[in-house]
Nanobody, 124 residues
Framework: QVQLVESGGGLVQAGDSLTLSCAAS????????MGWFRQAPRKEREFVGG????????IYANSVNGRFTISRDSAKNTVYLQMNSLKPEDAATYYC?????????????????WGRGTQVTVAS
């Protein structure tokens, strides 16, 4: 069983930066694609970005492309989401997710394991 634990959320001002971390519990993390999703109140969970198991493919949602960066550290079994130039519309609970394959995907249904989320609040 893969356990994912997000951290790094908090309250920031618009224009600030924040880095989220997601620690995985299994060594096989290094071979699995990882994704970041977010969900704002009364909205559906949406894809933010994903990184393949070998880090050779990274995909971002249009809304964050150029502002957010995903990376992974296989030695630490951790994936990161660096968020720059944050906007009020970026406020949401951010979730880390893991696939059972190395290829990155953009849909909620493509991911097998989920963390409990970390809250990001952006003040205008």
């Amino acid at each position: 069983q893969v356990q994912l634990v997000e951290s790094g959320g908090g309250l920031v001002q618009a224009g600030d930066s924040l880095t989220l971390s997601c620690a995985a519990s299994r060594r096989t993390f290094s071979g699995y694609a990882m994704g970041w999703f977010r969900q704002a109140p009364r909205k559906e969970r949406e894809f933010v970005g994903g990184i393949s198991g070998m880090s050779d493919s990274i995909i971002y949602a249009n809304s964050v492309n150029g502002r957010f960066t995903i990376s992974r550290d296989s030695a630490k079994n951790t994936v990161y989401l660096q968020m720059n130039s944050l906007k009020p519309e970026d406020a949401a609970t951010y979730y880390c997710a893991s696939r059972l394959t190395s290829g990155v995907a953009t849909t909620v249904q493509s991911y097998a394991y989920w963390g409990r989320g970390t809250q990001v609040t952006v003040a205008s």
